[in-house]
Nanobody, 118 residues
């Protein structure tokens, strides 16, 4: 099992920046990939970014490309999402998730709220 705990959400004005973190514990050696997803009120959960644990190779949704950066600290078993140039439409609960190499995100955190005011 892998446990994930997000932190760092909050309220920020449009154009501002925020960094959210996700700390993993448990069977972290099994993690192949970690991702960030978000869910706005009344909308389905959507992919934001992912990072391959072994080599840090990232990928992003088009909606955040160039504004968000995903990174990881293997020593701390933590993945980060640096969010710049935030827009009101980025408002959502942000979740991190871990894929233990079975091509599916099996483990999820509880989420952290990010609110961007206009």
């Amino acid at each position: 099992q892998v446990q994930l705990v997000e932190s760092g959400g909050g309220l920020v004005q449009a154009g501002g920046s925020l960094r959210v973190s996700c700390a993993a514990s448990g069977r972290t050696f099994s993690i192949y990939d970690m991702g960030w997803f978000r869910q706005a009120p009344g909308k389905v959960r959507e992919f934001v970014a992912r990072i391959r644990w072994r080599d840090g190779n990232p990928s992003y949704a088009d909606s955040v490309k160039g504004r968000f950066t995903i990174s990881r600290d293997n020593a701390k078993n933590t993945v980060y999402l640096q969010m710049n140039s935030l827009k009101p439409e980025d408002t959502a609960v942000y979740f991190c998730a871990a894929d233990p190499g079975r091509a599916t995100y099996e483990y999820w955190g509880q989420g952290t709220q990010v609110t961007v005011s206009s």
